[in-house]
């Protein structure tokens, strides 16, 4: 399980503040995963990225911008936070080797307060 | 539309009881249908998939075609169970994952 890393765990900012969130993995999947857990949504996808310096928006990726200039991370940066970005971010990889769905591997989150 | 719907958002038994979590799934083509389970203070983990037909800590699910569900079964629940169980789809050909929003069972002694 220590294959995949998030750093903060914790963090509190407040409106209009850049953050980032940084998310390490360190099998070498290609696939690489943005979900943000909100409750009565379920997990949500924010962004993916198929391999280096290849991402792709999810269902919610407004307010969000992502990059992935190595395999082994894909940080998520809130370029001007607002209330509404208060939730329980959880990064994923996959291998993507297979052509078809494969399991997803979850950091441990990083719980985001904006004040 | 591509959507995964679990209309429980809290199911709780007693040990021993049979438990049922319910997936419906709305997608036109040939989804992949995956169990993902958060127990507490640990991270979310797949429990099973479709395609794999296997039955993982006693837990099944069947995929119904015709009713579009993917539910999750148990005959004799755990208290080890409790947890967040959260269905999802990946559309096909794809690595995405479309979640639920998921259904908190709580087993009681």
């Known amino acids: 399980d220590a294959g995949i890393t998030q750093s903060p765990r914790y963090k509190i900012t407040e409106t209009g503040r850049q953050v980032t969130l940084m998310c390490h993995q360190t099998?070498?999947?290609?696939?690489m995963f943005w979900y943000r857990q909100d409750l009565g949504h379920g997990l949500r996808l924010i962004y993916y990225?198929?391999?280096?310096?290849?991402?792709d928006k999810g269902e919610v990726p407004d307010g969000y911008v992502v990059s992935r200039s190595k395999t082994e991370n894909f940080p998520l940066t809130l370029e001007s936070a607002t209330r509404s970005q208060t939730s329980v971010y959880f990064c994923a990889s996959t291998p993507g080797t297979s052509g078809s769905a494969e399991t997803q591997y979850f950091g441990p989150g990083t719980r985001l307060l904006v004040l | 539309a591509q959507r995964v719907t679990q209309p429980e958002k809290l199911l709780s038994v007693f040990k021993g009881a049979p438990v049922e979590l319910k997936c419906n799934y709305s997608?036109?083509?040939?989804?992949?249908l995956f169990w993902y389970v958060q127990y507490s203070r640990q991270r979310l983990q797949l429990l099973l998939r479709?395609?794999s037909r296997e039955s993982i800590k006693g837990f099944t699910a069947d995929l119904n075609k015709g009713e579009t569900s993917f539910h999750l079964k148990k005959p004799f629940a755990q208290e080890e169970d409790s947890a967040m169980y959260y269905c999802a789809l990946s559309p096909y050909n794809t690595d995405k994952l479309i979640f639920g929003t998921g259904t908190r069972l709580q087993v009681f002694p």
């Open positions: 099998w070498s999947h290609s696939y």
């Open positions: 997608y036109s083509g040939s989804p992949e």
């Open positions: 990225s198929a391999a280096a310096d290849i991402t």
């Open positions: 479709h395609i």
